[in-house]
């Protein structure tokens, strides 16, 4: 099985500021992406993009299916949150994909939509005959047997309380949980994932923004599109 990781970064998308002017966001993983594409062994693969952790945005879908395109990929999306195909649609889509791409979001939620139509085992069965998985944040982690529940342990405050930090359960495609987005965090921060790993005695991984893990059939690799980033391998 054939899994990219990555721990975040922009997508060259648009925002629409509260004064009514556009800020245009980086593209930070050029690289990644483009290891995406040379995994395939294609100069032009027929990737897929999912937007479930983020309810399917048009906005979020319509640049990273743009940024694709510009890198010479055949690039569709497969909207899974509302009337989802039958599976007989999603087998014809998946016998035709070289590679899958996840957006970030809401990892419970995408994993839980996921599960109800079961498309995770649809995406085991491809990815076992050659299928490359990818995503970025929520479409990093989910392939792990378990990732954080950070984004849902806020307070009344609204702050993280991050003595009730602990782990959800992934697909399971890889031993281990994941963190994304780890250069964001403080040292204090940082180590109640250490901790997390102690305490489950799992391995953990935590991958900053602009870097990525490569499981290529048991064969583990980094890359990176920015100085200094990298991927961590939690204490355990």
């Not at 076992?128 to 378990?146: E, K, R």
């Amino acid at each position: 099985m054939k899994i990219i990781a990555i721990g975040g970064g922009e997508n060259g998308r648009v925002k629409i500021l509260p004064d009514g002017t556009k800020k245009q966001y980086p593209l930070d993983n050029i690289p990644i992406n483009k290891k995406i594409i040379e995994m395939t062994g294609k100069s032009n693969p027929n990737i897929l993009f999912l937007g479930t952790a983020g309810k399917d945005s048009p906005n979020y879908t319509d640049y990273l299916m743009a940024h694709f395109s510009s890198l010479g990929a055949n690039v569709s999306e497969l909207r899974l949150v509302e009337n989802p195909p039958t599976e007989s649609e999603i087998r014809n889509i998946l016998s035709n994909t070289d590679a899958i791409y996840v957006g970030g979001g809401d990892t419970r939620f995408m994993i839980d939509c996921w599960q109800k139509i079961g498309f995770d085992k649809l995406l085991q069965e491809y990815a076992d005959t050659g299928m490359i998985l990818s995503g970025l944040s929520a479409g990093a982690i989910c392939w792990f047997d378990y990732y954080d529940n950070e984004d849902y342990i806020q307070n009344e405050t609204g702050q993280i309380d991050w003595n009730k930090l602990d782990l959800l359960p992934g697909l399971g495609f890889i031993h281990g949980f994941c963190v994304p987005h780890y250069n964001t965090k403080t040292k204090i921060e940082q180590g109640f994932f250490d901790a997390l790993a102690k305490k489950h005695n799992i391995p953990g991984w935590a991958i900053d923004n602009n870097a990525a893990i490569i499981f290529d059939n048991g064969k583990i690799t980094t890359v990176a599109s920015q100085p200094n980033m990298s991927v961590h391998y939690l204490n355990t």
